[in-house]
């Protein structure tokens, strides 16, 4: 089974997007077992759109295309697919309705442009876009099946979702496929790599073995085919508990889980509430607590002290502590998570300061150095870290370190 | 003059990492009045790198060419090179020496996988790499320059920099070429379409023009490419001000500025501070703001309010006033608004409230509904605003508009 990615977009040839589109849906194909041999870039331009479906029908089996389908007209995408499978535009009723109830919604005139939108070629199948007004389109022809989905990536998401890929397993016959992400936090991906080396040498053929590193946590997927399900289920079961043998209490989650989730659940489960004090975060660890859906049941709210009269004033650390240590120190980090636990009224509190950097290093505290306390009912420690000189990044890795500083104590003290 | 791009690597096509490499030498070509006419990433695998090459061929006058080159790749795209320009292969002794330094400083024995580093098609032009030991290699034939070089994203940087740009620059009759980024927040794509149509109709034929949304903003890309710079300069600049006029207040900056840096510099440059008390947006007003190095000079803080206990014992907000009107309410977002400037000692209290969702949202006031407040120095004030159903979408919105609110109070009332 054998698929092709085109990305339509001039913002990709001229080098001012990184087409992030064809990762994500090459990597759902791949877990179905469905092979991507080509990735294709090309202009918004209806020549070029047309010669590019003309040359990969021939070796490919699925075509998914993204790109070219927003309103305004530079898109034009529909009209080269109308073109290439020889048909006229026809007005896709749903649409055209969801389209006039937002428009309505944000108190506008329905203008031409927005009417356009939910046209779409006579000979495609409409998928439903949940995400927005722009469809996704599905055209079968002689052994080729094209799919044109928005170059938006969350509405891409959703009808990949929601649409391309249940179609693709029920149309299409796929070998079996097993796969897991095993999700991990804290710990680097060279350490990790030794500690699995015996692991991966021992797989068998029909699995594969992969490191998806980022800049907070290292996730690894385990794979499996074969065209027995049961036996390849089976010994994918085997390797499976391995590997969380050896990752042990680094292991967080599986899958689509996320750290915030799994800690808001354990929160959740337990009555638990959370609240934060940040520095350098700058209120992202607030931001990534708060993402999942339902957390007000947990998190109380952050205080956000990026100078040190806001520390002194909202959270109650000593001047004396400040001048003595710096707002960079093990004191003051505790003082903190002692502070907003108690102004807040949560069982936990967790802080952050640190030099995100470019500027405010010294030889003793350079850029990238960043405590990271935790008031927890019975006891408040810190712990320090170096996570470099980007700065986007320190607060990334700052942020999951704070969280899986919490999970840890969590995972030791409740249910 | 046209360029194609082709990538190599399995780990393109399966998902596993995305190409970053393509923008960058998409964008550098593009400075330089290259037209990139099209990306491909292909598979780690001899025959595909040859047709690739073979179909690219005929309509590129450059190929740019990345991946296949490490130790560990067995570096196939140079067996494919060699074997697509019929030749033999030949060491490169400053290579070797490079190669054999680097193992000595490694303390490690040179092996035949280290020699064969050093090895080169016949054909090929060597270009130096500095960053790494693959070498980078030019081929000229008929009318096209076949250019490869490493996947490591640094090395290939390096060459591009120091070898490849200078060589095109010097070897080609390049086209002039204009461009600029016109960023716009708070008006949607299909708004400002309507507003920018007879500009866009009225475009020359050696002028474009192309929307790029995203959840916040809409950037604006104009261009224009001629043999004569000077004219093309002036009548860009005619355009980009006719443009600059129709987007009236809505433009706040250009090319790769971002809402938060424009704000940020005219706090900085009028010496006046802003603190955030947020609800819906959950940190991420402050996380925004204070990501600009630099932010602490005029950010001093953020109160997240997450629980209405929180709004009232630390924003001061007034238990009748939520109770009569709720936490989503114009009052609510002016009290926070203005107890954030007077808790933090700020000149603007910027404030969030609203529905996220996915749950806690009724007739009156759908998920999605987001009150945003303002308290300047002289008065306060509250708009509402409803965002859609997405969650995540709905906090960026949010963050956006609020810094949108301010950078236009500012822009009426600071130098």
Redesign the interface.
């Known amino acids: 089974m054998q698929a092709t990615i085109i990305t339509i977009g001039?913002?990709?040839?001229?080098?001012?997007?990184?087409?992030?589109n064809?990762?994500?849906?090459?990597?759902?194909?791949?877990k179905i077992g469905v092979?991507?041999?080509?990735?294709?870039?090309?202009?918004?331009n209806t020549e070029?759109i047309i010669s590019a479906l003309d040359?990969v029908k021939m070796n490919s089996e699925i075509v998914l295309i993204t790109g070219g389908l927003?309103?305004?007209?530079?898109d034009i995408t529909k009209q080269a697919l109308a073109q290439f499978f020889k048909c006229g535009m026809m007005t896709h009723q749903p649409t055209l309705e969801k389209v006039k109830k937002r428009m309505a919604?944000?108190g506008?005139k329905l203008?031409e442009?927005?009417r356009a939108q939910a046209d779409v070629p006579e000979k495609c199948l409409v998928l439903n876009n949940n995400?927005g007004s722009a469809p996704g389109m599905l055209f079968s022809e002689e052994n080729t099946v094209f799919i044109s989905m928005p170059g938006?990536p969350?509405e891409m998401k959703d009808i990949m979702r929601s649409e391309v890929i249940p179609y693709l397993k029920s149309n299409f016959e796929l070998p079996f496929r097993f796969h897991k992400t095993f999700l991990t936090v804290g710990v680097a991906e060279s350490i990790l790599s030794e500690r699995l080396n015996d692991f991966e040498l021992n797989l068998p053929s029909n699995f594969s073995f992969?490191y998806?590193p980022s800049p907070a946590q290292v996730r690894l997927r385990l794979s499996a085919f074969g065209t027995n399900a049961e036996e390849i289920e089976t010994r994918f079961s085997e390797y499976a508990s391995q590997l969380e043998t050896l990752l042990d209490v680094d292991l967080f989650g599986y899958n689509e889980d996320t750290l915030e989730a799994v800690v808001g659940k354990t929160l959740l489960e337990n009555s638990l509430t959370i609240a934060?004090a940040?520095s350098c975060?700058?209120?992202?660890?607030?931001?990534i607590?708060?993402?999942v859906?339902?957390?007000?049941a947990y998190?109380?709210?952050?205080?956000?002290?990026?100078?040190n009269?806001?520390k002194m004033?909202?959270l109650s650390v000593s001047e004396e502590n400040l001048c003595k240590y710096g707002a960079v120190s093990e004191q003051t980090a505790i003082e903190m998570a002692q502070n907003i636990k108690k102004?807040?009224?949560t069982n936990y509190g967790l802080s952050t300061s640190g030099i995100a950097?470019?500027?405010g290093g010294s030889e003793e505290k350079p850029v990238g150095t960043v405590w990271i306390g935790l008031a927890t009912p019975t006891k408040t420690f810190a712990q320090k870290f170096n996570f470099g000189e980007n700065?986007?990044r320190t607060?990334i890795r700052s942020t999951y370190a704070a969280l899986n500083m919490l999970r840890k104590e969590l995972k030791q003290n409740t249910i």
């Open positions: 001039d913002e990709i040839l001229i080098g001012q997007v990184v087409d992030t064809s990762a994500y849906m090459a990597g759902e194909l791949n092979k991507v041999h080509q990735i294709l870039s090309i202009s918004d070029d040359s927003g309103p305004t007209k530079d919604q944000l506008v203008s442009i927005n995400s938006v969350f992969a998806l934060t940040e975060t700058g209120g992202n660890l607030a931001k607590i708060s993402s859906p339902g957390a007000s998190f109380k709210g952050s205080i956000v002290a990026y100078s009269d806001i004033d909202l102004v807040m009224g950097g470019p500027t700065r986007d607060v």
